[in-house]
């Protein structure tokens, strides 16, 4: 089921559009298992939730980053959203761990990062070396203190969404 509190806050009047965001894909991989792939787990696992939010909320428009094995470039993920006025975007990514990890991790894009965030956020980020011009176009990005906290002024609007979709999402997985 689908019980990710979405009903908590009437979801029709707050969430109009989501963005799923299947991570890696086409010439990115993502983690390699045995018999799998991250980005055939991530693309598996967003169609089933585009497929049960569309089921669950049929106000909520669902637009996905990539619906087949394709690569698709940061940039072009984020302008997705844009583009989509997203109120919510959803990245799904299946990482790898020790036989003995469980659990889930979801994080909300924000300024504060542990050390731990900020490793899994450069090895998720390090795809830009498979674009086309091999990154060249984020060397430009202003990423100075007083920029990020003018971007995170300007995600404020989809900040409290996000945090109260990751806390319901969370309560959902049993340990």
Excluded: W
């Excluded at 993502?30 to 991530?42: D, L, P, R, W, Y």
């Excluded at 049960?52 to 302008?79: G, H, M, Q, S, W």
């Excluded at 790898?96 to 659990?103: H, K, L, N, R």
């Amino acid at each position: 089921t689908l019980g990710l509190g979405l009903q908590a806050q009437s979801p029709t009047k707050s969430l109009k559009r989501i963005v799923i965001d299947p991570g890696h894909g086409g010439r990115d991989p993502g983690a390699v298992g045995k018999v799998s792939k991250e980005k055939e787990i991530a693309l598996g696992i967003s169609q089933k939730l585009g497929k049960l939010i569309n089921e669950k909320y049929p106000t909520i428009t669902v637009k996905y980053t990539r619906e087949t094995d394709v690569f698709v470039e940061l940039i072009e993920r984020a302008n997705i959203a844009n583009r989509a006025d997203a109120d919510l975007f959803i990245c799904i990514h299946a990482n790898a761990g020790s036989t003995v990890a469980y659990g889930t991790e979801t994080y909300v894009l924000g300024l504060h990062r542990t050390e731990s965030q900020q490793k899994v956020m450069e090895r998720e980020n390090s795809i830009i070396s498979l674009e086309e011009d091999k990154g060249a176009k984020y060397k430009s990005f202003d990423l100075t203190p007083d920029a990020m906290i003018a971007i995170q002024l300007q995600q404020n609007v989809n900040l409290n969404n996000a945090i109260k979709f990751a806390g319901f999402l969370q309560s959902e997985f049993k340990t």
